[in-house]
């Protein structure tokens, strides 16, 4: 870790030096987890923004994006969709979060993901419709087990608006979870869920996992470096092999061991199964217009779709 210059502790690159397999290993975990690391710690400094979602009763937030969330799961059509991304993109910007990172975060692997599958169905053999693009003309039709392709490999107008259709809800649907996750403190965010009656264990699974992940990445931090500073050249082939059972191995037995040790420390510390804060939860005006204009808003592009 470093001090900026404006006093701030940020934690240093890491530089890449070596050629070697075992090096651009080691280095390029610890990248990864610096990152990993870097992110929780901006999440938390989003959610104390003085932005409009932040200013919320977590309880209030959480309801009103999974109700925007339930009216996206319900659209139908592709001008109401992008009307839901406009309003998500609107919150994100209201909130204080960059509008770059919002949008990459949604965007720049969750089309790949969703894409894969949604492009079979854009294809006559999967959705029949009007050709709007002939790809490839077999001559006859044909046939294989399970699988008919027609005379005529096209994409359709149906297919092209049915994985758009696709790609668009996902992508407000994770745009609005991405909202609430940047805008809501862990801890609160736990209590929240347990105001509405979400089951303590599954409360205290995402609690552990949450607290556990961090603990996690700083033991294996430790190792790799611990590793690197006892290495002298590069390993490759068997060597490298060994050395990554050997690690695997340690980092599993210190998990198994360290696992009981935490949730013992929590429970010396008063921890019962229920997420507690310091912060009252407290519905004022604000809230009530909050969920008053995401009631309207679901409510009127609903019934304008269904018309």
Request: glycine share 8%; net charge positive.
């Amino acid at each position: 870790m470093a001090n900026t210059a404006g006093g701030e502790w940020a934690l240093a690159p890491v530089k890449k030096a070596g050629r070697g397999t075992g090096s651009r290993f080691v280095e390029g975990t610890l990248a990864g987890i610096a990152r990993t690391i870097q992110d929780a710690v901006f999440y938390e400094e989003l959610a104390q923004r003085p932005g409009l979602l932040q200013n919320l009763d977590p309880r209030v937030r959480l309801v009103g994006l999974l109700a925007l969330i339930l009216a996206v799961s319900l659209a139908q059509h592709i001008p109401t969709l992008i009307v839901f991304y406009l309003v998500a993109l609107a919150l994100a910007l209201l909130s204080r979060i960059p509008a770059g990172f919002f949008v990459k975060r949604v965007w720049l692997f969750m089309p790949f993901f969703t894409g894969v599958v949604a492009l079979p169905v854009i294809f006559n053999f999967v959705t029949p419709g009007r050709p709007v693009v002939r790809l490839l003309d077999l001559g006859s039709p044909w046939s294989f087990a399970f699988l008919s392709l027609p005379r005529e490999i096209a994409l359709t107008e149906q297919g092209l608006k049915t994985a758009l259709t696709l790609i668009l809800r996902v992508g407000d649907s994770v745009s609005l979870a991405v909202l609430l996750v940047t805008t809501s403190r862990w801890a609160h965010l736990l209590k929240a869920l347990r105001v509405f009656r979400v089951p303590q264990v599954f409360v205290l699974i995402l609690a552990m996992t949450y607290r556990y992940v961090f603990v996690l990445l700083q033991i294996t931090s430790a190792m790799l470096l611990a590793r690197k500073s006892r290495t002298m050249g590069h390993l490759r082939g068997a060597d490298h092999r060994r050395g990554l059972g050997a690690s695997g191995g340690t980092l599993l037995a210190k998990s198994y061991h360290l696992s009981d040790e935490i949730y013992s420390a929590m429970l010396s510390r008063g921890f019962a199964g229920e997420a507690r804060v310091m912060d009252d939860f407290r519905v004022s005006g604000r809230d009530w217009l909050w969920l008053l204009a995401v009631a309207c808003l679901s409510g009127f592009i609903i019934v304008l779709e269904r018309l």
